[in-house]
């Protein structure tokens, strides 16, 4: 493996054992390292840094490393180590910015809800106080950029298990989210306009690339 996936993947390794070691110690790593919304009295600056390597459990940290395993090493192996790392930290805070956006504008039409009396207050508060982690916004970046550097590559992912042209998967998987997120279906607690996010600026960086070859490291 490429240098920088095995140290992103090492890093995220760390800090999910050390979640674990703080809980023991009646420290909540997640409380202080997850990132909470701009209007929540909670939310810090460098929160939209740390909640990249923070993740809620077992299954979502697998799933998010085995993404940024199989799609982040080809992309490394392209760009070089520098570019990779650039590429996966500005999806990873794109991700974010369009997440905390969307959610200020919820948070502000909900608190309008609840002041008139036809919300309920607590998902208010659910709202401010549940932080967001995960590094699933730069990964939905790298999906984005394996579908755009190797668009004919087939995919069989294991719950989809018929061969996909990996162009075909990026716009059906984008579609998908863009209709979760729109959707606010109840119980659903994914973050998909930070998926969305991350997509979204891997693309303009990418054809910001493509557009200036002088820069290419």
Same mark, same amino acid.
Do not use: C
């Given at each position: 493996?490429? *240098?920088?996936? +095995?140290?992103?993947?090492?890093i995220? =390794? %760390?800090? /999910?054992?050390? +979640?674990?070691?703080?809980? &023991? ?7 202080i390292? =997850?990132?909470?919304?701009? %209007?929540?009295?909670n939310f !810090?600056?460098?929160?939209l /840094?740390s ?9 979502h940290?697998? &799933? ?6 199989m799609f982040?090493?080809p ?9 990779f790392?650039?590429y996966?930290?500005? +999806?990873?805070?794109?991700?974010a910015a369009?997440? $905390? @956006?969307? @959610?200020a504008?919820e #948070?502000?039409? $909900? ?5 008139? @009396?036809t ?9 401010l106080n549940i932080?967001t982690?995960?590094?699933?916004g730069a990964?939905?970046?790298?999906l984005?950029?394996?579908?755009m $550097? /190797? *668009?004919n +590559?087939?995919l069989?992912?294991l719950?989809f298990?018929?061969?996909? !042209?990996?162009k075909?998967f990026v716009?059906?998987?984008g579609?998908l989210? $863009? /209709?979760?997120g729109i959707? !606010?279906f109840?119980?659903d607690n994914?973050?998909?306009?930070a998926?969305?996010?991350?997509m979204? &600026?891997?693309?303009?960086? #990418?054809k910001?690339?493509? !557009?200036?070859?002088?820069?290419f490291?």
């Open positions: 493996m490429p *240098p920088v996936v +095995t140290n992103l993947l090492i995220n =390794g %760390l800090f /999910f054992l050390a +979640t674990y070691f703080f809980q &023991f110690q009646g420290i909540d790593l997640r409380g390292l =997850g990132m909470y919304n701009v %209007l929540s009295p !810090k600056p460098y929160q /840094f909640h990249m390597f923070m993740h809620a459990n077992i299954g940290i697998f &799933f998010n490393m085995f993404a940024l395993w982040g090493s992309l490394e192996n392209v760009w070089g180590h520098q570019r790392l650039l996966y930290i500005i +999806t990873g805070l794109g991700a369009l997440h $905390l @956006g969307v @959610g504008w #948070i502000h039409q $909900l608190q309008n809800a609840v002041q008139s @009396g919300a309920d207050p607590a998902l208010l508060d659910m709202m932080p982690v995960g590094a699933s990964v939905f970046g790298l984005l950029g394996f579908g $550097l /190797f *668009p +590559t087939e069989i992912m719950f298990p018929v061969p996909i !042209k990996a075909y716009i059906i998987y579609l989210e $863009l /209709f979760a959707g !606010k109840q119980g994914v973050a998909h306009f998926h969305l996010g991350g979204l &600026f891997g693309f303009i960086l #990418i910001l690339w493509q !557009k200036d070859r002088r820069n490291f």
